[in-house]
Nanobody
């Protein structure tokens, strides 16, 4: 079994920073990537960032590139999302996701939500204008 628990969300003013954490437990064998997605009310869940579990290669949506940084602690089974220069349009519920095995790789794979097998419950991020 795999469980993902997000934390670190909250209310912040535009221009501020937040650090999200994702604690993973259970299966680690054949894990290929961890990702962050977000969903605002009335909108589709969209890709934010991803990191390959073994190599640590990162991928970012254009909307957050240069502002957000995804990282991992391999030994602690933790994934982080450092969010700087936050904007009101970043307001959303942020979800941590894990991908295992599969037949794809690269941005087209890791940025696609249905390529992930497990999801956390989400943490709310609200950026005031």
């Amino acid at each position: 079994q795999v469980q993902l628990v997000e934390s670190g969300g909250g209310l912040v003013q535009a221009g501020g920073s937040l650090r999200l954490s994702c604690a993973a437990s259970g299966r680690t064998t054949s894990r290929s990537a961890m990702g962050w997605f977000r969903q605002a009310p009335g909108k589709e869940r969209e890709f934010v960032a991803a990191i390959t579990w073994s190599g640590g290669k990162t991928y970012y949506a254009d909307s957050v590139k240069g502002r957000f940084t995804i990282s991992r602690d391999y030994a602690k089974l933790m994934v982080y999302l450092q969010m700087n220069s936050l904007k009101p349009e970043d307001t959303a519920v942020y979800y941590c996701a894990a991908r295992y095995e599969g037949n794809c790789s690269g941005y087209g794979c890791y940025a696609t939500r249905y390529e992930y097998n497990y999801w956390g419950q989400g943490t709310q991020v609200t950026v005031s204008s």
